[in-house]
């Protein structure tokens, strides 16, 4: 994992090496916030599905959090060297004792995954595909675009999840709420790789570092309204998102990026889809 790397920053991880770590910064590395955003997801598109909250779907929906959870501190060991560049040097400074956390979160995702399987084959499976696909994202990094798609399916994927609890849906109605959420995860996902262009640079095969911030930007306008137009098809209260997919529009277009700004107006978008959602009735 550490191949590739050049001596600066080699000694610059030496040097932080054994540097204490507090409980809070392990909690904090679980990224509880984005737990959260993933548990409500997988809910709320349960209940546009079916209508109403079943039991095993909410566990599924838990064992989704926790597995966001062990993808992202995985995904922090692995990219510990890169990562210091971006000023996160958890995983460097305690890098046992940190990869035994992240085992630890790791068994009991796969636990919850093997519980879910035995009464659900297809959702257990899903998970599965999730997990899978959160562990060897790492080596996706250097297939141009294959990160951010991955990124993307390890949020769409909880629309299979609660689908998998909804056998009288048809296929069409899950498909658009799949791509729905795809396609703004998508565009999320590489709004937030713009920013780190500069440092991902010969080490990630990113949207933007393979064809250049204006092709980017372009594709992440064009993903965007696609994700819009899936949500005004889903149901059109979802109008209400379209002042905000204006301004990131926009936003995309200024001389000067306001990363920040960008990222919080797609998540506006997409926490207001989600609240939509179970007060609609699938097509």
């Known amino acids: 994992m550490n191949a590739n790397i050049d001596d600066a920053t080699l000694a610059a991880a030496e040097s932080l090496r054994g540097q204490p770590v507090s409980t809070q910064e392990y909690l904090l590395a679980i990224r509880p916030k984005l737990v959260l955003y993933a548990l409500f997801g997988t809910l709320m598109c349960m209940g546009h599905l079916t209508g109403s909250w079943v039991w095993e779907c909410v566990f599924a929906g838990l064992v989704v959090a926790l597995l966001t959870s062990g993808i992202m501190i995985w995904n922090d060991y692995f990219d510990r060297y890169h990562d210091i560049g971006k000023d996160r040097t958890l995983a460097v400074r305690q890098p046992k004792r940190f990869l035994g956390y992240v085992i630890g979160v790791w068994l009991i995702t796969l636990g919850g995954i093997a519980w879910v ?4 084959p297809f959702a257990g499976w899903v998970l599965a595909a999730m997990a899978l696909n959160g562990f060897v994202y790492g ?13 993307a399916f390890s949020f769409a994927g909880l629309v299979l999840i609660a689908g998998a609890y909804a056998p009288d849906v048809s296929m069409f109605s899950i498909g658009v709420l799949f791509i729905c959420i795809l396609a703004m995860a998508f565009g999320r996902e590489n709004t937030a790789d713009l920013e780190d262009l500069e440092i991902d640079t010969r080490y990630k095969a990113t949207l933007s570092v393979t064809f250049g911030k ?9 993903v965007t309204v696609v994700s819009v137009g899936a949500a ?6 979802c109008v209400v998102v379209v002042p905000f997919t204006l301004k990131v529009m926009v936003g995309l277009r200024e001389r000067e990026l306001d990363f920040d700004r960008l990222q919080k107006l797609y998540d506006v978008q997409c926490l207001l889809v989600m609240v939509i959602l179970p007060f609609v009735k699938p097509s």
């Open 139 to 151: 080596w996706f990094r250097v297939v141009p675009l294959l990160s951010g798609l991955s990124v």
């Open 214 to 222: 204006d092709i980017a930007v372009s594709v992440i306008s064009v």
């Open 232 to 237: 005004l098809f889903i149901s059109p209260w």
């Open 117 to 120: 399987w035995l009464d659900n």
